[in-house]
């Protein structure tokens, strides 16, 4: 991989590229909708990746070539501006908007960008990208920045100059999965751990389902979905509660009659699904993985009637999973409107199950989807091709 993007940065700029970075997409395990909620997620980082290859200038220019488009940007660091043309170079632009903000110091770059990651699926290309140009350019010009310091300035270009107002689990996951590894994390207070997933012992694979439903609304009911979020808290927050954490199923009930059926369910999702996220550590740790497949259909039921983020499409998933005696459990992960699942199967069954998935889809009509076996890879990494010129 190494070589081939070397060679294709050298065909572009004629000269060699000095580093290389890459950081991966994730598939979210369970705890849908509660970064941004303050509560706890169990994201795992994937084998698909983006890659970042690039040299300095000695100017202030930035020379981009996104290779999956075919398609190149040009900016200097001193105007940075939204690109309405190419959408993909302000996940880069954003980047270099935030360093620049935090006073760290950068110059010009000649950049070649490529990744392997489905585009718009739900698997956190975005910030995968974000995750490894920041990861580059701290190699590169030998920026002092910790890893959940990178994460967090990731979220912000994303939030404050692409104008999509994610949470944090997608960047912090790109920067700090381990392979095998889910990572849980309380949004909070950034605290996390690193939890083994034995699936090749329980002989399961994870099935990621594409749905390729691709929805315009994804992002303004992500906001709105936020916004109740927030008001439901708000509520809560009357009687000295500081966060979703604090609440339980009784506060919750006893403030029903306070909310309007709407927030009332959100919250419930909200509420139910952190404490999901602790029953499937909890059952990760014992190695008692029926039980975390039944948890995962829990949350996409939660997700489906109580959060409304569901459409069709991801239910269909959820229905065949729980029908076909080889799945253990399966959800919609990420967002939703659209986008991706996933599915827990038994290694052996899995070409069964997509047949399964491939004729169901076919019957009631849907767009075929993808269906990926994704191995569980490591987080972003940095380094310099030329390893004299890295000291
Ligand atoms: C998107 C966001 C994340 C998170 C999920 C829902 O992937 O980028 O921050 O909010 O949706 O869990």
């Given at each position: 991989m190494e070589k081939s993007l070397s060679r294709s940065f050298k065909e572009i700029y004629q000269t060699r590229p000095e580093v290389l970075s890459f950081a991966p997409g994730r598939v979210n395990v369970i705890g849908e909708h509660t970064d941004y909620n303050l509560g706890y997620v169990l994201p795992a980082a994937l084998n698909l990746r983006n890659y970042f290859v690039a040299s300095r200038r000695k100017d202030e220019k930035v020379f981009l070539w996104a290779e999956n488009f075919k398609q190149k940007e040009e900016f200097s660091i001193e105007r940075i501006s939204f690109s309405e043309k190419n959408r993909w170079a302000n996940y880069i632009k954003g980047i270099f908007w935030v360093l620049e903000k935090e006073g760290y110091g950068l110059q010009g770059i000649d950049a070649f960008i490529w990744g392997d990651i489905p585009l718009d699926?739900?698997?956190s290309s975005s910030a995968a990208l974000e995750v490894s140009v920041i990861h580059g350019l701290k190699a590169l010009f030998k920026l002092e920045l910790t890893p959940k310091k990178m994460a967090r300035l990731a979220q912000k270009a994303e939030n404050d100059f692409v104008g999509v107002k994610c949470g944090l689990m997608d960047q912090f996951i790109s920067v700090l999965g381990e392979e095998n590894k889910a990572l849980f994390l309380?949004?909070?207070?950034?605290r996390y751990e690193l939890i083994p997933l034995y699936l090749e012992k329980a002989a399961l694979g994870i099935v990621i389902y594409d749905s390729g439903v691709r929805r315009e609304l994804a992002s303004s009911e992500y906001n709105k979905r936020r916004i109740e979020a927030s008001s439901a808290l708000d509520v809560l927050k009357k009687?000295?509660?500081?966060?979703?954490?604090?609440?339980?199923f009784k506060m919750l009930e006893e403030r029903?009659?306070?909310?309007?059926e709407v927030l009332y369910k959100r919250a419930k999702h909200i509420v139910s699904e952190n404490e999901r996220v602790r029953e499937a550590v909890e059952a990760l740790r014992n190695n008692n993985l029926s039980l975390l497949g039944e948890i995962l259909f829990h949350s996409h039921e939660s997700l489906r009637d109580?959060?409304?983020?569901?459409c069709p499409e991801l239910d269909l998933l959820y229905e065949v999973a729980k029908e076909f005696?080889?799945?253990?459990g399966a959800r919609l992960t990420g967002?939703?409107?659209?986008g991706s699942g996933l599915a827990l199967v038994e290694k052996k069954k899995i070409p069964t199950f997509k047949e399964r998935i491939f004729k169901e889809a076919k019957d009631r009509g849907y767009i075929q989807p993808k269906l990926y076996e994704i191995e569980i890879g490591e987080g972003a990494k940095a380094y310099w091709l030329d390893k004299k010129e890295g000291k």
């Open positions: 699926a739900g698997l309380d949004c909070e207070t950034l009687y000295g509660i500081k966060g979703y954490k604090d609440v339980d029903r009659k306070e909310m309007d109580d959060y409304e983020v569901s005696s080889g799945s253990v967002a939703g409107f659209g």
